[in-house]
């Protein structure tokens, strides 16, 4: 997926789906070692450029009864500088 770098709208789900993470073997015996099974959330979110297509997306989660938040996204620019002075 790839979120736009420039103005969008977007859906973010608020009903996150666990993804199931299965164990290490080592975390079975001795205990303390290695990593246990564990559920991981996920955050869903939808881009749209095209607002018609936002609405008509907000529309049907609408009718759903769905939990989520409808977003104007407009994106910052990020710029790193790095000065180095010798005196």
């Known amino acids: 997926?790839?979120?736009p770098t420039c103005k969008h709208w977007a859906i973010i789900t608020c009903t996150p789906t666990s993804v199931f993470v299965?164990?290490?073997n080592r975390?079975?015996?001795p205990l303390g070692h290695?990593?246990?099974e564990d559920s991981?959330?996920?955050i869903?979110?939808?881009a749209f450029v095209e607002f018609e297509k936002f609405e008509k997306r907000v529309l049907q989660l609408t009718?759903?009864?769905s939990k989520f938040h409808?977003?104007?996204a407009n994106p910052l620019k990020v710029e790193m500088t790095t000065t180095i002075k010798l005196t």
């Open 40 to 42: 991981e959330e996920i």
């Open 63 to 65: 009718l759903k009864n």
């Open 1 to 3: 997926m790839t979120i």
């Open 27 to 29: 975390a079975q015996i």
């Open 22 to 24: 299965s164990c290490d």
């Open 44 to 46: 869903g979110y939808e």
């Open 34 to 36: 290695g990593y246990f």
């Open 70 to 72: 409808a977003i104007d």
